[in-house]
C-alpha cells in the first residue's frame, strides 16, 4: 500500500495541473516520525526550508496564501510571485477549459467503499468548481459590459492597454475585496499621482533637451463644442512630449496673441534648447512665427510640410473657378464631384443604402474637406469598393428602385459602370501618388527635417515620370504637367527655409557617390546655389560672431569638400551606408562644433503632426462645470491625457497585438452619419487603411 501511495503522488509531481510542485523538492517521512500532516513533506527552492503538507500547502505556501496550515515563503520576490500565480491560473484555466470534454470512465469496485466514495465526492467537486469558475467569469464579464452599455463607451476603449493592465493586475494579485477609486479619488489625489507619475516617465526626454535640441509644434483646432484649442508639443528625437492646451474661445487669433503664447511656451522650455517653431502656414501663424525669428537668434521658423503638400493638393484636385489653369485641372474637380454626389445620393436613402450594404463590407469614408488629402483619401476607398458599387448597380433590387430620384439612381449607374470614369481615378491617383507619399512620410514626428529638401525634388520627378508615362510623351513640354509643376513649385517657394537647406547640407549621404548617381544630374549640396545662399543665412543666424562664423565655415568646407579629417577613404565610402547620425558619431570629431550642430539638426520633424491629434476626450476635459474641475486640475488631466497617449505610442504593443493603434479610433462612440456611415474625418492618413485592416480581422 505504501508503494502504491508513493506512485500516487509521483504521478501527481509531474501532472501540469499542479505546476508548483517543480519549486520544491518532496519527499517522505519515516511513518514513526511525530511530524504534522501526514508523512509527505516538502522542501522550498526560494527559502529552503520543508515543511508537511501536500499539493495544496506548496501552493499555500509559494503564492503567499494565509491560514492555510503553513508558513509564507519568506524569500518569495515580486516577479518570481507574479510568474507562478501565472502558473496557477493557467493551470487551473486548461483543468477548467478540458473538464466538459472529459468522460466520466465507471471503474470496477473494490473492497474499500470509503476510499470510492472519497473519489466520486473528489470528482463530483471538481466537475462544479470549474462549472462554478466558468460561471463566475460570465457574470465579471456581463458586469464590464454593462459599464459599456450604461456610460455610453466606444467599444475601442476594450483596445486601451491601461484597461487590460487594471484588470490583469487585480486577477494576479488576490486582492479579494478590493474596491475600485471612486469619484473624488479620480479626480483629485489619483491624478494628482498619475502626474507625478508622468513626469517622471517624461525625464529622459527633457534631459535631452540640450544637447539634442527642441522642436516646438502648435496648432490651433476645434474640439466637438467647436472650441478653438491652441496645442503646444515639444519633439525631440526621444519623442513628443505634450506641454499645454488652450482654449482660445473669444480671442482675436492675430499673429500677436499667438506669439504671445508661443513665447511663453519658449520661455518654459528654454530658449537656447529650441531649435525651431513648426506652425501652419495661414498667415497669422506666418506672421507669429517671423516674430519668434526676430526676438530668438537661434530659433527658425518652420512651415508645416504636410500643410504645403495639402495645400498643393488642393489647388490641383479642387482649382478654384478663376484661375487660369482651370481648364487643365477642371476633369479632376469633375470626377471629385461625381464620387462625392455618388456616396451622398447612396448615403441619403435607407433603402439604397441598405441594398450598399448587401454588397460591401467596407463603408464609405465621409472625409472633412479640412483633412489631409481629403479628396484623395475620398478616391481610393471608392477603388476598394468598385466591384460592389458594380454589383449594386446591376442587381435586380436597383432595377426595380421605384423612388422619386428613379433619373439620379440611372445617373449613378451609368457612371458607375463608365470604364473611362473608373480610369480617370486611376490616373489621379496615380499621378498625385508621389505627392500622398510624401505627405504621409513627413506625417510624423520622426526625423525627417534634414531629407525634406531632397524629397521635394524626388517628388516633383515622379509626377513628371507618372504624367509623361501616361500622356504617352516620351520627351518635350507636357501642358497638364507644366501645370501641376508650377503649383508644386510655387508651393515649395513659399515653404522651404533656411533651416531646411542647412538640415540638408549636413546629410553625409547627400555627397556620396551612392546618392549623386541614382539620378542624372543631381549635384551635392555645396554646389547648388540656393542651397549654399540659404545655410549661409542658417550660419550667420547661428553663429552671430565673426569669429565663430569663420570657424563654422571652415569646418563645413573641409566636410563638403573631404579636406582635413575628412579624407580618409572609409569616412568617404561610409557616407552612403552609415545613417547620417551614425556616419558623424564614427567621422565627425575632427570638426566638433559641426559634428554637434549636425547632430542636433539631423534629430527634427518637419510637420505638426503631433498636433493633429483629434482625440474626441478633449471634450470631456475641457468641459470643467460639468466635471466639477478646477481649472488647475483640468490642466492636469489634458497633460495626464496627452503624454500617456505619446508615450503609448513608443511601446512595442501599439505596433502589433490587441492594443495596436489603439487611440486611432477616438474615445467617444462612433459618429454616425446616416445608418452605416462610418465618419473618420478627424483620422490621420494611416487610418483608413487600419479600418480596413480591423474589418478583414473581424470577419
Keep these: 500500500m505504501a508503494s502504491a501511495d508513493v506512485d500516487l503522488e509521483e504521478t501527481e509531481v509531474n501532472n501540469p495541473k499542479f505546476p508548483l510542485w517543480k519549486h520544491v523538492t518532496k519527499f517522505v517521512t519515516p511513518k514513526s516520525s511525530n511530524a504534522r500532516g501526514g508523512n509527505a513533506r516538502f522542501k522550498c527552492h526560494f527559502c529552503e526550508h520543508d515543511y508537511p503538507g501536500s499539493y495544496s500547502r506548496v501552493r499555500a505556501h509559494l503564492l503567499k496564501i494565509t491560514n492555510e496550515g503553513v508558513a509564507i515563503c519568506s524569500k518569495m520576490t515580486s516577479p518570481v510571485l507574479e510568474q507562478l500565480r501565472k502558473e496557477d491560473r493557467e493551470a487551473s484555466e486548461a483543468a477548467a477549459n478540458a473538464a466538459p470534454s472529459h468522460k466520466l470512465v465507471r471503474l470496477p469496485p473494490f473492497d474499500d467503499s470509503n476510499a470510492a466514495s472519497s473519489k466520486k465526492r473528489k470528482v463530483k467537486q471538481s466537475a462544479i468548481a470549474a462549472s462554478f469558475n466558468a460561471e463566475t467569469r460570465h457574470i465579471a464579464d456581463s458586469h464590464i459590459a454593462r459599464l459599456f452599455y450604461t456610460a455610453g463607451l466606444s467599444f475601442n476603449v476594450a483596445r486601451n492597454p491601461n484597461y487590460r493592465a487594471s484588470y490583469n493586475y487585480v486577477a494576479n494579485h488576490d ?59 515639444a519633439v525631440t528625437e526621444g519623442g513628443p512630449m505634450f506641454l499645454k492646451s488652450i482654449n482660445t474661445e473669444g480671442e482675436i487669433k492675430s499673429k500677436e496673441y499667438i506669439f504671445d503664447q ?41 512651415p508645416c510640410v504636410v500643410h504645403t503638400l495639402n495645400l498643393a493638393l488642393k489647388n490641383i ?45 467596407l463603408k464609405f469614408l465621409a472625409v472633412a474637406d479640412t483633412r ?71 506625417d510624423t514626428d520622426k526625423p525627417c527635417l534634414h531629407l525634406i529638401y531632397e524629397m521635394w525634388d524626388s517628388m516633383i520627378e515622379k509626377v513628371r515620370a507618372c504624367i509623361y508615362r501616361h500622356e504617352g510623351i516620351v520627351d518635350g513640354p507636357c501642358t497638364f504637367f507644366n501645370v501641376v509643376e508650377s503649383i508644386l513649385h ?20 547627400y555627397y556620396s557617390a551612392t546618392w549623386l548617381n541614382e539620378v542624372s544630374g543631381r549635384v551635392s549640396p555645396n554646389n547648388d ?7 549661409n543665412k542658417s550660419f550667420k543666424k547661428l553663429f552671430p560672431e565673426p569669429e565663430d562664423l569663420r570657424k563654422i565655415k571652415k569646418q563645413f568646407a573641409d566636410f563638403s569638400l573631404f579636406m582635413g579629417g575628412y579624407e580618409d577613404p572609409d569616412s568617404i565610402e561610409d557616407r552612403g551606408h552609415f545613417q547620417p ?33 483629434n482625440w474626441s476626450t478633449y471634450s470631456f476635459i475641457h468641459n470643467m462645470k460639468r466635471n466639477k474641475l478646477t481649472p488647475e486640475r483640468a490642466e492636469d488631466l489634458v497633460f495626464v491625457h496627452n503624454n500617456l497617449r505619446l508615450l503609448s505610442r513608443k511601446t512595442g504593443d501599439y505596433e502589433s497585438g490587441p492594443s495596436r493603434m489603439w487611440d486611432v479610433g477616438g474615445d467617444g462612440t462612433e459618429n454616425f452619419v446616416g445608418a452605416g456611415l462610418l465618419q473618420l474625418a478627424e483620422l490621420t492618413l494611416d487610418e483608413p487603411e487600419f479600418e480596413r485592416e480591423i474589418l478583414e480581422e473581424e470577419e
Design 372 to 442: 489631409f488629402a481629403s479628396v484623395i483619401v475620398m478616391l481610393k476607398r471608392f477603388l476598394l469598393i468598385k466591384d460592389a458599387l458594380v454589383q449594386m448597380v446591376v442587381s435586380d433590387k436597383w432595377t426595380a428602385y421605384r423612388e422619386d430620384d428613379q433619373g439620379k439612381a440611372q445617373a449613378v449607374k451609368e457612371k458607375i459602370l463608365n470604364d473611362v470614369w473608373w480610369d480617370n481615378i486611376r490616373y489621379i491617383i496615380t499621378f498625385t501618388d508621389p505627392i500622398y507619399s510624401m505627405l504621409r512620410a513627413a
Design 529 to 535: 546655389n540656393e542651397i549654399n545662399i540659404e545655410r
Design 490 to 509: 510655387a508651393r515649395w517657394l513659399k515653404s522651404y527655409t533656411p533651416l531646411q537647406c542647412l538640415a540638408h547640407s549636413l546629410n553625409p549621404r
Design 175 to 233: 486582492l479579494g475585496g478590493y474596491v475600485p477609486p471612486g469619484y473624488n479619488a479620480l479626480r483629485t489625489t489619483l491624478l494628482q499621482k498619475e502626474k507625478t507619475h508622468v513626469d517622471r516617465m517624461l525625464m529622459p526626454i527633457k534631459s535631452s533637451w540640450s544637447f539634442k535640441g527642441v522642436t516646438i509644434m502648435t496648432d490651433v483646432w476645434s474640439d466637438p463644442q467647436r472650441r478653438p484649442i491652441l496645442n503646444f508639443i
Design 581 to 613: 547620425k551614425q556616419w558623424w558619431g564614427t567621422y565627425g570629431d575632427s570638426t566638433p562644433e559641426l559634428k554637434d550642430l549636425a547632430l542636433k539638426l539631423l534629430g527634427h520633424p518637419a510637420s505638426s503632426s503631433c498636433c493633429e491629434r
Design 317 to 361: 484636385c479642387a482649382p478654384k473657378d478663376d484661375e487660369d489653369d482651370n481648364a487643365e485641372l477642371i476633369w479632376i474637380k469633375d470626377i471629385a464631384d461625381d464620387a462625392a454626389f455618388i456616396k451622398n445620393f447612396i448615403m441619403s436613402h435607407g433603402m439604397r443604402l441598405s441594398m450598399f450594404n448587401e454588397f460591401s463590407k
Design 262 to 302: 508661443l513665447k511663453e511656451v519658449i520661455d518654459e522650455v528654454g530658449p537656447k534648447n529650441v531649435v525651431q517653431v513648426i506652425t501652419d502656414n495661414a498667415a497669422n501663424c506666418k506672421g507669429a512665427g517671423l516674430m519668434i525669428e526676430s526676438k530668438y537668434k537661434n530659433i527658425f521658423w518652420t
